[in-house]
């Protein structure tokens, strides 16, 4: 969303957004690094380099990106210390939270993530990246 909300393109490090956020830093550059990865981010090494969201990423809807984030196979854990689950074969609870998860998704494929930050809620986060020293 940050990068979303960033004014002409502007160009932000993993740190400054670690550091506007108040999320640690070896998080958000895991993030920035499977972002660029899906092409939703460009990022510029050295000096003046950072990421700016991509025209992919300007229109990417968070269900789709939600869907490639979540690496789980299923909603739930479905084996025990012993091996799966002996109520597993024909298991309607599971296709259950399957169906459900896609409805979660479906929903989600509605919102374009560069339609998510609006300028009033964005501007403090700017005016505190504004103080931060340059890196």
């Known amino acids: 969303m940050l990068l979303a909300a960033a004014p002409d393109g502007r ?13 640690p830093y070896n998080h958000v550059s895991k993030a920035m690094i499977r972002l660029r990865e899906l ?4 990022v ?16 990417t809807t ?5 869907r490639r984030l979540d690496t789980r196979p299923t909603v739930a854990d479905c ?9 597993n074969r024909d298991c309607s609870l599971r296709s259950a939270l399957a169906r ?16 998510l ?5 964005m501007a403090p986060v700017f005016v505190t990246l ?3 020293r340059p890196v």
């Open 100 to 115: 459900a998860r896609e409805a979660f998704y479906a929903e989600l494929d509605a919102v374009v993530i560069s339609s």
């Open 79 to 87: 084996s025990t210390p012993n091996g799966n689950c002996p109520l």
């Open 39 to 42: 092409g939703l981010v460009d």
């Open 117 to 121: 930050p609006h300028e009033n809620q």
């Open 62 to 66: 968070v269900g789709w990106l939600l």
């Open 11 to 23: 160009v932000l490090t993993s740190r400054q957004v670690a550091e506007a956020v108040e999320i």
């Open 130 to 132: 504004s103080t931060l």
């Open 44 to 59: 510029t090494r050295g000096r003046a380099g950072g990421a700016v969201l991509s025209g992919l990423g300007r229109t």
